[in-house]
């Protein structure tokens, strides 16, 4: 890996930087196409709550469900205050001016939220008559299974490359100081940044494979992290950043 340091030019330096990302990213759909639920609480906890209503269950208990749509659906408030409304069938009027909404039919229901609206079909894994809130979660994650993989891909991406900028360009800082005092041999930021990709690299594949294994985002980075550290002090332990060849001619 050091003596490798000035390998690399910049948009070589870019595209390893991308493939490290990418490979930390890859547990991301993987997980998410494999879900069978969702934890909607701390995404859309009004919607969440409202499913999770004892009024909610009430009326799913009262309802006729049959070949995955209710028969005999008839216009319905379930619960309705100020800012949000649940129920069968809302009118517009149901639902002008409130934030949150949940509104049922026959075959399917929109969830309206944060300013965006979605729509989704049944699917009766669990009984409504005993569980609305998992039954109406489970069959909007169901439906929406493209697309919040998709959005997490992206949030959680954006929170791995921050990271990942941070770690290379972290590490490359310090490499760079160390030139000035003639403690390493690093003679400019490319040479460092490469060196702290390549010590990065194996941190990032074995936290693509834990993630294969158990997804979290946070194990993943710590994983990341805690192997950058251990290849560092062991690149510095062979190498003391200085090259062999440098130090038996007695210059630099």
Excluded: C
Aim: avoid cysteine; proline fraction near 2%; glycine fraction near 4%.
């Amino acid at each position: 890996m050091f003596a490798n340091r000035d390998k690399y030019n910049w948009l070589q330096i870019i595209v390893i930087f991308l493939f490290l990302t990418a490979v930390m990213l890859m547990p991301i759909p993987f997980y998410y196409n494999h879900q069978t639920n969702f934890n909607l609480k701390p995404f859309l906890p009004t919607i969440d709550r409202m499913a999770d209503s004892s009024a909610m269950q009430t009326a799913f208990k009262q309802a006729t469900f049959k070949d995955q749509q209710f028969t005999n659906v008839k216009h319905q408030v379930i619960l309705s205050n100020q800012h949000e409304v649940a129920g069968f069938n809302l009118t517009a009027a149901d639902v002008a001016g409130r934030k949150s909404v949940i509104n049922l039919h026959a075959k399917t229901f929109q969830v309206k939220a944060v300013g965006s609206e979605f729509s989704a079909k049944y699917v009766p894994t669990y009984n409504l008559k005993t569980n609305a809130h998992d039954f109406l979660v489970d069959s909007w994650y169901q439906s929406n299974k493209v697309m919040i993989g998709l959005f997490m891909l992206m949030t959680l991406g954006l929170i791995i490359v921050g990271v990942n900028l941070i770690l290379v360009n972290g590490a490359a800082f310090f490499l760079f100081l160390s030139r000035h005092n003639k403690i390493t041999h690093i003679r400019n930021y490319r040479e460092a940044v490469n060196l702290s990709l390549m010590m990065m690299g194996i941190g990032s594949l074995l936290a693509m494979v834990i993630g294969l294994i158990h997804f979290d985002v946070t194990i993943e980075l710590t994983v990341q992290s805690l192997s950058l550290a251990f290849v560092v002090l062991w690149v510095y332990l062979k190498t003391k950043f200085k090259d062999p060849e440098v130090d038996e001619a007695g210059v630099f």
